[in-house]
């Protein structure tokens, strides 16, 4: 570690998401200078040392790190007091080695070139418009399938758990999409399997 690394000061903003299970921790240091990553398991994490560190916090269901933000999902029957010591410990304690430019297999670029013309059309129309405000919250959304005019998304990060998630802005996504691409579309939250 260098003596400017040892001497970073970390600041950290706790906010709140739509998501009561979910908040965003705001740093003063960028983790993620391209994209995003959301990671559901430690093993998930590849070379994101301070994501695998913040998994060993206990109560940890789900890290999106964007920007300056890492947005923590945790499981419904921890208390966020003991949750909150332990990530602001850990991010004290691991942020001043964290490379914000870590190499982190970019699946949804790939995905995204496999995608039919119409499937990129929505995706373009979601990153102007829905996209911006899910990541600001921690979260993302995927379009899976497009067929009948039936579009199947898939919530990412913060938004895979949030209540809004099935109701306003899935409604938001359905107007958008029914102004900019087409009157008929009707658009459902895809299962899990």
């Not at 400017?4 to 960028?30: G, H, R, S, W």
């Not at 995204?112 to 979601?126: F, H, M, V």
């Not at 990060?157 to 029914?178: D, M, N, Q, V, Y």
Request: glycine share 6%.
């Amino acid at each position: 570690m260098t003596e400017a690394e040892t001497n970073m000061e970390i600041d950290i903003d706790i906010q709140p998401t739509p998501n009561p299970n979910a908040l965003k921790f705001i740093l003063n240091y960028p983790v993620k200078n391209e994209g995003n990553s959301t990671y559901k398991s430690p093993s998930e994490c590849g070379e994101n040392k301070l994501a695998l560190e913040l998994f060993k916090v206990r109560g940890i269901d789900q890290l999106h790190f964007f920007e300056n933000v890492i947005a923590v999902t945790k499981f419904s029957y921890e208390d966020w007091n003991n949750v909150e010591v332990g990530i602001t410990k850990a991010l004290k304690e691991f942020m001043p080695s964290h490379n914000p430019d870590y190499n982190d297999p970019n699946p949804e670029a790939d995905r995204r070139k496999n995608l039919s013309p119409e499937l990129q059309q929505i995706e373009a129309i979601l990153d102007k418009t829905i996209r911006p405000g899910l990541q600001g919250d921690g979260g993302d959304i995927q379009a899976l399938t497009y067929q009948d005019n039936i579009l199947m998304v898939k919530y990412q990060g913060a938004c895979g758990t949030c209540p809004s998630s099935t109701t306003g802005t899935l409604e938001a996504i359905k107007a958008i999409l029914r102004d900019e691409l087409n009157p008929d579309i009707e658009v459902y939250i895809a299962p899990e399997y």
